[in-house]
């Protein structure tokens, strides 16, 4: 459960950096279209102090989220009485995590 929760922290915190690397400025992005397979790609290459910001708060956000969920889900397990339910709800928290990557996939 907590590796988990530490592999969505991850990913958030390399979101964060990424946007942080690009230059600041007018947000531009370049677009470009693979002649073989007709599929557009996106570069960015400026992003304005706002919405620098806004990726801050969006950070905060789920670093908050992170630690309700381990929280929470922390007295979830160890109020579990029996093994198999305690399999049962490590699996349930599991995909509490997963559900947006299962919804939008």
Do not use: C
Not at 9 to 34: K, W
């Amino acid at each position: 459960w907590y590796l988990m929760v530490a592999k969505e922290v991850s990913h958030a915190l390399a979101l964060h950096r990424g946007i942080i690397a690009v230059p600041s400025g007018q947000t531009i992005i370049e677009t470009r279209e693979n002649p073989f397979t007709q599929v557009r790609h996106y570069k960015l290459k400026r992003v304005a102090r706002r919405r620098k910001f806004f990726s801050l708060v969006l950070l905060l956000y789920r670093l908050f989220a992170a630690v309700l969920l381990v929280w929470v889900g922390t007295y979830f397990l160890v109020y579990t009485v029996s093994v198999t339910e305690l399999i049962l709800n490590a699996v349930a928290l599991g995909i509490i995590l997963d559900i947006d990557d299962l919804l939008f996939d």
